[in-house]
């Protein structure tokens, strides 16, 4: 099949764009606002960018508190999203009133940043801590811009939990990172397997 996206008539149930463009790394977004209320919210488009220097991203459909608070600070953290946190991820999807911390909604540990006053999740196996280098909305192919927020953030300072660590690296067989498929799907990287770059 083909159908073009401008019109969207693709004939199924459901748009197939977002699991087409899948496994998708789960960014699980850490922030205070102004008067010190703590946001923590999951993002499916999130994604590393660069290594040198360390730059994550993630886009948020619409401005939400999450994009408000970093604006307003410069700084966020990303919690790694693994299997056995999956319910507690799914609980701080959901849209709470500003002010009330999905942190206590999902029962979860807030933990300042050490370089940054943003909050992690003292369960994670992982926590990135970032400061905002760029925010922006982006443009379609009219120029027009999209509802979206894109932030990039420069990691400043990375939290690992000691028995994440397996024979020298971070052992993602063992934390199962969590992935958004689209649709109401998701799976984790527990299933591993490798291959060596080709030379030739």
Known sequence: MFYETASNQHGLPHDPFKAIVSPRPIGWIGTRATDGALNLAPYSFFNAISDRPKLVMFSSSGYKDSVRNIEA????????????LSEAVNM?????????????????TPVE?????APFVGEAFAALEC??????????????ASDSYVVIGAVVGIHI?????RDGRFDVTAVRPLARLGYMDYCDGGDVFQMTRPVR
């Open 161 to 165: 939990r000691d028995e994440a660590i």
């Open 73 to 84: 600070t410069g700084e966020f953290t990303a919690s790694f999203a693994s299997r056995n």
């Open 113 to 117: 940043g050490t370089l940054v006053k």
């Open 92 to 108: 701080t999807s959901m849209a709470a009133p500003h002010g009330d911390s999905e942190f206590e909604i999902a029962g979860l």
């Open 131 to 144: 400061r905002m280098t760029e925010m922006f909305q982006p443009k379609g192919l009219d120029g027009t």
